[in-house]
């Protein structure tokens, strides 16, 4: 007879994470497993997710603009970026973009990097005078 259950499944899951997390922590305190990536997750998981306007646009080169997002976002630089530019409220279509993309091809195109965004508007005009809002958005 096999087991089965929501308490079997239940207590498999918790007994298999301890052991998971056991491991982890013996192979850290081993240093067979870098701490930085670890402790970027948690950290990313732990705080609260990023809302703010883009102010203080700089011209970059070709199509691009440069923003500052603030330190302490995660950005494709370390683990990820999970930051959406959004033209008056709307995603710009072209997440994760290469900067020379950006600069050549605009289009919505965009990139998260450092403390840096990177972008280009839809219609390639300049983000300082076409009147619409540039915000980002941590999803």
Request: net charge positive.
């Amino acid at each position: 007879m096999r087991p089965a259950g929501p308490l079997f499944h239940g207590f498999a899951v918790v007994s298999v994470s301890a052991w998971l997390l056991l491991a982890a922590g013996w192979l850290l305190l081993r240093g067979r497993l870098p701490a930085r990536p670890l402790l970027l997750v948690g950290r990313a998981m732990l705080r609260r997710r990023h809302r703010a306007v883009l102010a203080d646009l700089q011209p970059e080169l070709g199509r691009c603009f440069v923003a500052r997002v603030g330190a302490g976002v995660p950005s494709d630089a370390d683990i990820g970026s999970r930051l959406v530019v959004l033209e008056d409220g709307v995603p710009l279509p072209h997440a994760h973009a290469a900067h020379d993309d950006i600069r050549r091809l605009g289009g919505g195109r965009y990139s998260h990097w450092g403390d840096n965004v990177y972008f280009a508007t839809r219609d390639d005009s300049d983000p300082r005078t076409n009147g619409r809002r540039y915000t980002v958005e941590e999803r």
